[in-house]
């Protein structure tokens, strides 16, 4: 398979998407201004090198990392947004990813949150993954436009402020447009840890913006923090359409549904290859089944 690219215009619209990821948390934009970067960017959705309608960026601006994903979305706009409201529905999407060994929404006077621990890619005792608390807010949610996020404070290894915001706008044809803003802030501790990690185990790994070329004409794509960026705000991108997928199985056959779509999703970007299918199946099955206990 052939890597695939995404080059990084630097236009109004990319503009316009890194300064939603690294605004403050009550800043967004509406439903009319989504709509209005979903026709800015139809050239760029329409041919890409991702092979689905979608548009990526990545910013770093001091002590703060962000990924930007726009996307089309083949579901429409009622499904999506009844979808990715409710705090259960985000556990089953977060739980696809590789590293996250377990996530439980709980509802309590102050609000809903969803207790999550990260860990290692690979099968990992629950007990030893990082917990994150992350506190769900449904910003808005109306016939034409819905936003909801998720904010944990502290993060593992000196990151903090981690960020996932949704938003989505109705487009033609029942489909759906939808905004992932993925960021966290890093210091001085959690800079070591990443260096260390680009110095061994994501040593060699890229994003998908491509920055250059190399003699031979062939694309070069942006690594270090950014291309790991890349690589999660991915990630969780294909979580959210596997997880909307699923929902038109039955309800016994959800979970292998989007077990499967996502890793197929991910096989297809070299970028986010980390093991073998048997391998994943069987650590997310497991991981899917504990999340149903209350472990805090």
């Known amino acids: 398979m052939h890597v695939m690219r995404m080059v990084l215009r630097v236009a109004t619209g990319a503009c316009l998407g890194l300064a939603a990821a690294l605004a403050p948390a009550g800043s967004r934009a509406d439903g009319g201004e989504l709509r209005a970067h979903y026709d800015r960017l139809g050239e760029e959705l329409r041919s890409n090198g991702f092979g689905r309608p979608l548009h990526l960026v990545s910013a770093e601006r001091q002590d703060r990392l962000a990924g930007v994903v726009h996307a089309v979305l083949d579901h429409p706009f009622a499904a999506v947004s009844a979808a990715l409201r409710k705090p259960a529905g985000w556990c089953d999407v977060l739980i696809l990813p590789f590293n996250t060994k377990y996530c439980h929404a709980v509802e309590d006077a102050a609000g809903s949150t969803l207790l999550v621990r990260i860990g290692r890619r690979f099968d990992q005792p629950v007990e030893q993954a990082y917990r994150l608390r992350f506190d769900f807010r449904e910003v808005a949610a109306r016939d034409d436009f819905f936003e909801s996020r998720l904010q944990a404070h502290e993060g593992p ?120 299918l048997a391998s994943y199946a069987a650590m997310k099955r497991q991981e899917v089944e504990r999340q149903q206990q209350l472990l805090e």
Not at 187 to 209: D, N, V
Request: glycine share 12%; proline share 5%; no cysteine.
């Open 157 to 276: 290894v000196g990151t903090r402020d981690y960020r996932i915001t949704v938003s989505a706008v109705p487009i033609e044809d029942g489909r759906t447009f939808l905004r992932l803003d993925y960021s966290y802030g890093v210091g001085f501790a959690g800079r070591m840890a990443m260096q260390l990690y680009l110095a061994t185990a994501g040593a060699g790994k890229t994003g998908f913006t491509v920055v250059g070329r190399g003699p031979d004409g062939q694309p070069q794509l942006i690594g270090g923090v950014l291309g790991a960026v890349e690589r999660n705000a991915m990630r969780y991108y294909l979580a959210i359409d596997a997880y909307l997928d699923s929902l038109a199985a039955p309800p016994q056959q959800q979970v292998e549904r989007r077990i499967r779509g996502w890793y197929a999703a991910t096989q297809r970007y070299p970028q986010l290859r980390e093991m073998d």
